[in-house]
């Protein structure tokens, strides 16, 4: 894809290739191309806060040898009334080759699928996705040989407000993982017609029946005149004994930034079950594999020296 805005955009074969590469970038001493023609630049456009999407995209761009922008929204013509549109057609004709954009926008970059006026990948648009948290997630179990076919995956929390879940919803099943949904009604679609996704209120079911736990952050932000939910922890949140009680290693993942002492206690943070360190590492080299797939997909000669699969 030019604009890789969901996990619907990729295939299996380009997501298998994307984690292989990624694995062989992570276990490479220099990881550096030469361009033979010019050293692409990249732009990272935050138009949301971010601190994990947007200095991992950094470091991956910088450990490729490439040179990235950093796009500031504050001091750009976008507060002039320029559109988003006409601003990536102004850093196209700059010469960047690649946009990875954060907006609060749901579904923003879909106006840009037909015609692209730069090559984006979506660092997270709304409520709608977040497909390089959700690629890099399951990378991390791969990384981890826990695998994911008929296993049960459960999401828990402010599943609608959560742009990762959305997109882990896509992604799972390709990986013959069964989707748990859970948390309060407020936070939870009413049905699903899915049959890879069931939904449950129960903390304890999920305790019983849950092979991985991925948990989510409270958007509060994102709630408007949504309720927020009194003492939510005593029913929804996860602490460390919870987990140690259970007759099995429940690796625990969160996407960050955590709520601490609501979805998730800082003793769960610190324990073994916890990978969302290893996530944050992780996010490095996923985020590499998808510059480096998302720069030669339709490029010749750009000097690298694998990928076939975009
Ligand atoms: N997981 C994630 O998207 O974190 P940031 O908002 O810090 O980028």
Same mark, same amino acid.
């Given at each position: ?7 619907k955009?990729?295939? *299996?074969?380009?997501?298998?290739? %994307?984690?292989?590469?990624?694995h062989?970038?992570k276990? =490479?001493?220099?990881? =550096?191309?030469? $361009?033979?023609?010019?050293?692409? #630049?990249?732009?990272?456009?935050f ?17 490729? +040898?490439c040179?990235?922008i ?9 507060? *002039?009334?320029?559109?988003? *549109? ?14 990875v /954009? =954060?907006?609060?926008?749901s579904?923003?970059l879909? @106006? ?11 660092? +997270?648009?709304?409520?709608? !996705? ?12 791969? !990384?981890?040989? #826990?695998?994911?076919?008929g ?8 599943? #609608?407000?959560?742009? %990762? ?22 936070y ?9 996704i ?6 304890? @079911?999920v ?10 952050? /409270? ?18 949140g996860?602490? &460390? ?20 002492? %609501? ?5 769960? /943070? ?7 360190? !290893?996530? %944050?590492r992780?996010? /490095?080299y996923? =985020? ?6 998302? &720069? ?12 076939? $699969? $975009?």
């Amino acid at each position: 894809p030019s604009v890789l805005e969901s996990i619907k955009d990729l295939n *299996k074969r380009q997501i298998d290739g %994307v984690l292989n590469l990624a694995h062989k970038l992570k276990n =490479r001493s220099d990881t =550096r191309f030469s $361009f033979p023609n010019k050293t692409p #630049i990249i732009a990272t456009s935050f138009l949301e806060n971010s601190t994990r999407t947007k200095h991992s995209f950094e470091i991956a761009i910088s450990k490729l +040898g490439c040179t990235y922008i950093d796009f500031d929204a504050e001091t750009s013509s976008l507060k *002039k009334g320029e559109t988003l *549109k006409q601003t990536l057609l102004t850093l196209n004709d700059q010469g960047v080759d690649l946009c990875v /954009i =954060r907006t609060s926008v749901s579904n923003q970059l879909s @106006e840009f699928k037909e015609q692209p006026p730069i090559k984006i990948i979506n660092g +997270g648009d709304g409520t709608n !996705e977040h497909p390089t948290q959700a690629l890099l997630d399951v990378f991390t179990l791969i !990384e981890n040989n #826990i695998s994911l076919e008929g296993k049960v995956f459960c999401i828990a929390g402010d599943n #609608i407000h959560s742009r %990762v879940g959305h997109s882990l919803i896509e992604l799972l099943p390709q990986f013959g993982a069964k989707v748990l949904l859970f948390g309060p009604k407020e936070y939870l679609p009413n049905i699903t017609t899915d049959k890879n996704i069931t939904i449950t209120h129960s903390r304890d @079911e999920v305790l019983e029946k849950a092979d991985i736990l991925y948990l989510l952050r /409270i958007q509060t932000e994102r709630h408007g005149n949504l309720k927020s939910i009194e003492n939510y922890s005593e029913q929804y949140g996860f602490t &460390l004994k919870m987990i140690e009680a259970l007759n099995k290693k429940l690796p625990v993942l969160h996407p960050g930034p955590a709520n601490i002492g %609501v979805e998730i206690c800082e003793e769960l /943070i610190n324990s073994k079950y916890y990978l969302g360190h !290893e996530q %944050v590492r992780n996010s /490095i080299y996923l =985020r590499m594999a998808l510059v480096q797939s998302m &720069l030669q997909n339709g490029a010749k000669n750009i000097g690298f020296e694998e990928n076939t $699969f $975009f």
